[in-house]
Nanobody, 131 residues
Framework: QVQLVESGGGLVQPGGSLRLSCTAS????????MYWVRQAPGKGLEWVSD????????YYVDSVKGRFTISRDNAKKTLYLQMNNLKPEDTALYYC????????????????????????WGQGTQVTVSS
């Protein structure tokens, strides 16, 4: 059974940093585009970033460009999200997710509405940015 387990969330002051991790199991991690999405209280799901199978192409929503960096270690089957200069509006439950198709990129920014738009997703890790 496909598993994605996020970790690394927490409470941080504005301007601070966090590094989220997502460990995958029971599928060929290196064969899939991977994503980070988030859901703030009372708001819909927001696509944050994605990365290709090799880890050499990454894309970001405008609001996090220059502050967040997505990366992956295929040998460790782990996805990361380095978040710097965090802002209160980054407060959300962060999920990592796997594409529906091996080698494909189907969960495009602007098309994502729900976690069911992905092939698999984790339980989420809470990030709270507050002074």
């Amino acid at each position: 059974q496909v598993q994605l387990v996020e970790s690394g969330g927490g409470l941080v002051q504005p301007g601070g940093s966090l590094r989220l991790s997502c460990t995958a199991s029971d599928f060929t991690f290196s064969g899939y585009w991977m994503y980070w999405v988030r859901q703030a209280p009372g708001k819909g799901l927001e696509w944050v970033s994605d990365i290709n199978t090799l880890g050499n192409s990454a894309y970001y929503v405008d609001s996090v460009k220059g502050r967040f960096t997505i990366s992956r270690d295929n040998a460790k089957k782990t996805l990361y999200l380095q978040m710097n200069n965090l802002k209160p509006e980054d407060t959300a439950l962060y999920y990592c997710a796997r594409d529906r198709t091996r080698g494909g990129r189907t969960a495009l920014q602007g098309s994502v509405r729900a976690l069911t738009d992905f092939g698999s997703w984790g339980q989420g890790t809470q990030v709270t940015v507050s002074s």
